[in-house]
């Protein structure tokens, strides 16, 4: 069949190119790619098996100083890439916030609504010495995932509000199954009038080896009153120019720069 390609471009003739096809790919659990490729030339078929395993990228790190799991931490950096994608800044975690969702997690299992079990808003579960001008919740349940979760939330007029808010700086989020495993979720949205002043990476360096190094580890934030925030560290939601990226996102003067070794 080659032969066949090889005469049609020597002697300025054409051969008709038949079929393309893949058969029998397959993908398991370790990540092994297997396939049959199957190409049909002038008439001429030849197959080609082959096989590789495609790496899995490693967890992202989440703080251990806040009480988060993967899937409060995903919710995060979808609802990031969604404000980044509208033109507003992105939220940072703090541990306060994620103090209060966690409160709130088996409240709404009893009562899924944004008054609390007890009668009272579900903002008094905010530390009172924070005073907020704008704040927000949002409730989601029976959704298994983080992304099902964020795109029902986008496709709710109230719920996108929320989300898209410029004011809003600071989520924590809460994530629980009741007895018959079924998903609840809770977002919390807050104001804050300091500024972001100092931003590092939870290496401490801002150059590493290759991007999904890098998005493996997350931002750690102070601001003026000192409170410290953190945020998945996600090229999507960030300036790339060469091997540089930067975290234009964040809601700071100065956004730190971080660079790769090797895209």
Known sequence: MLNTALAAATHGSSAEWKSFSVKKATFDAAGKLSGELIITLNGESLSLKFSNTIPKLAARKMPSEISVNKQEWEILRLTNIERYNNGQKILTMTGTLQDSANIREPEVITKFSHTRPNGKSCFSVFDSKY??????????????????????????????????????????????????????????????????????????????????????????????????SYAPIDITTMTKKGKTYTATGLRTKNPIVLKVKSN
């Not at 590092?200 to 997350?218: C, I, K, L, P, W």
Request: net charge positive.
């Open 131 to 228: 005073k907020h001008l704008r704040k927000a919740e949002n409730l989601g349940r029976y959704l298994n995932t983080p992304a099902e979760t964020v795109k029902a939330w986008m496709k709710s007029k109230g719920h996108r509000a929320n989300i898209l808010t410029a004011a809003h700086d600071y989520l924590g989020v809460g994530y629980t199954k009741d007895s018959l495993r079924r998903s609840y979720w809770v977002q919390m949205f807050v104001d804050d009038a300091a500024s972001i002043v100092s931003v590092t990476t939870s290496t401490g360096s801002t150059t590493f080896a290759n991007v999904d190094e890098m998005q493996r580890e997350y931002f750690i934030c102070k601001d003026s009153n000192g409170m410290v």
